[in-house]
Structure formats: C-alpha cells, structure tokens
C-alpha cells in the first residue's frame, strides 16, 4: 500500500510539473538573449532610445515613430491577453483516438474588471503562448498601456525593452477605457515593446518538451543515485 501511494504520489507531481511548464513557464527570456541592444523594437535599449516620462509626451513619440521606454514603474495587470504569435490564431484540427476534432485558438483572452482570482489564475496559466497587458505609471503620476514578453514581471527589471508607440486595437481600447474609470490612461496608445516573430509557437512547444525532459532525467538520475546509496549504506 505504501509503495502503491508512493508510486501514485510521484505521478502526480511529473503530471503536475508538466502542466506547469507546458503551460506556464515563461521561455520568453531564451528568445531574448540574442535580442541585442540598440532601436529595434524588443531590444535592450541603445543609443537614441528616449524616455517616456510624462503622458502628454506619448503622442509626440507615435508621431515621429521614435524608439522610446519606460522606467520600471509600478506596474497594474490588465485584463487581456494576446498570444505572443498570432499565427496561432485560428481553428487547429486534432486527432486523437481516432477522432478529429477542431479547437479555435483566439488572438485575445479577456477577463472581467476588476479581474476575479480565478480569472487571474486563468491568465497565469495560459503564460506560456499568452502575454498579458500591464499598466505602467510615469513620472507625472499617469499610467501608459505597455505590451511586453511578462517575464520580466517574474525576472524584475530596471530597464524595460525598446518599443514603440502605436494606435490600439479595438479589444486593448475596450479594455483600456474600462481601465480608465480608475486610472488616468489615454486609451488611443500602447507602447508595444514585444519583439514580434521571435518565436513560432511550435517551436516553443518542443523546447518546453525539451525542458520537462531535461527535467525527468535530472530529478530520475538524482533519484537512482539516492536508492543506490540507501543501498550501500544498509
């Protein structure tokens, strides 16, 4: 019975790790290592990179179209979603058992505002093909919509990737002007520092396989370590 426990315990776990890192570990930081410095959108920024640090400067930079960033100010979720490659948009057959079935990936994942707990979870545990929006405050005590790979939220950083201000789209302007009953953002910007295209969303799920293998044969490896020197002490 004890063994039988054991061996039930020990499933649930690599079930549970798996889930966890096909679902929501952030692989986003792999991809940016060779990001680079300089002006393009996602890089660290380089040289001509300015700072936006008051709203009423946000126009200025969508209409000169310069590289800009934003100091690590203190950050409000949003209650969207955007897959990091939209190309996953879309109806995806599958077949398992014998038996085809289509399942619709959407571009977007909403929540309701102010965002429920269990909504929240929802949003962390989809991390992995989906980034969330966020609100950052500047200097003047205002608030600007940023879109950028969230790992950094779980990483912490001073310096925010290059981006550039652009028009919303009708789901973040939406969620924008429900935000702004109790946040003073101008709805019509974002500053979209995501570096689109960097990676295929196959691509990304062979590499979060290649992690949970990666994963099973260290904690398997450190497992017969252990029984064998459990044996030669006895």
């Known amino acids: 019975m ?3 426990i054991h061996s039930v315990s020990r499933k649930l776990v690599g079930a549970a790790l ?3 890192v096909m679902a929501a570990l952030p692989t986003g930081w792999l991809y940016d290592l060779w990001a680079g ?5 996602g890089q660290e920024p380089g040289a001509g990179v300015e700072l936006i640090r008051r709203q009423e400067d946000i126009e200025a930079f969508f209409l000169s179209q310069a590289p800009a960033t ?3 100010g203190e950050l409000r979720a949003c209650p969207l979603a955007r ?8 109806v995806h057959a599958r077949s398992r058992y014998g038996v085809r079935r289509s399942v619709y990936v959407s571009e977007y994942v909403t929540a309701d505002y102010p965002i ?3 909504q929240r979870l929802l949003q962390g545990a989809i991390g992995g093909f989906y980034n969330r929006y966020y609100l950052m405050e500047l200097g003047d005590n205002s608030w ?3 879109y950028f790979d969230d790992y950094l939220t779980l990483t912490g950083t001073d310096t925010y990737p290059t981006g550039y201000a652009r028009y919303t789209t009708t789901e973040e302007r939406r969620m924008l002007k429900q935000m702004a009953e109790d946040y003073d953002v101008d709805p019509v910007y974002v500053l979209d520092m995501y570096r689109h295209g960097k990676v295929n969303w196959m691509v990304d799920i062979g590499l979060r396989l290649a992690v949970v293998l990666a994963v099973y ?5 450190a497992t017969t370590h252990f029984k064998c020197r459990k044996k030669i002490d006895f």
């Open 116 to 118: 429920p707990t269990w």
């Open 18 to 20: 798996v889930l966890a």
């Open 2 to 4: 004890k063994h039988w």
């Open 144 to 146: 600007l919509c940023v």
């Open 83 to 90: 897959l990091r490659d939209v190309g996953q948009e879309g």
């Open 217 to 221: 044969l260290v904690v398997a490896t």
């Open 37 to 41: 410095t300089g002006t393009e959108r």
């Open 70 to 72: 934003v100091l690590g």
